[in-house]
């Protein structure tokens, strides 16, 4: 059973970059299509990046502005979500997920949808203070 664990987040000041974290254990992610969402409060869950770990195609979610970057260290069996720039509008909880499915390159807009995923991390919190 994979087990998803997410950190990196913190209290930030707008401008600022930062860098999130997702592990996993009981499986490598390698077979995996892992991708990030973000929950901001009072809002849905969106679908903020995706990585195919097996062709290494990624998707970005269509909110997405150039700021987001999505990367892998193998080494570390770890995906990683950088995010540059950071606004007011980016604090939330930002959570891994993880899919047993591996989308082809013209089918990788479903991987935002929540429902592609059978295992979430707990989440780690991003607040932007302006």
């Known amino acids: 059973q994979l087990h998803l664990a997410e950190s990196g987040g913190g209290l930030v000041q707008a401008g600022q970059s930062l860098r999130l974290s997702c592990g996993g254990s009981?499986?490598?992610?390698?077979?995996?299509?892992i991708s990030w969402f973000r929950q901001a409060p009072g809002k849905e869950r969106e679908g903020v990046a995706c990585l195919n770990m097996d062709t290494d195609g990624t998707y970005y979610g269509q909110s997405q502005t150039g700021r987001f970057t999505i990367s892998r260290d193998d080494a570390k069996d770890t995906v990683y979500l950088a995010i540059e720039r950071l606004e007011p509008e980016d604090t939330g909880v930002y959570y891994c997920?993880?899919?047993?499915?591996?989308?082809?390159?013209?089918?990788?807009?479903?991987?935002?949808?929540?429902?592609?995923?059978?295992?979430w991390g707990q989440g780690t919190q991003v607040t932007v203070s302006s």
């Open positions: 997920a993880a899919s047993a499915t591996l989308l082809s390159p013209n089918a990788m807009q479903y991987c935002v949808h929540r429902n592609f995923y059978d295992h």
């Open positions: 009981g499986n490598s992610l390698k077979v995996y299509t």
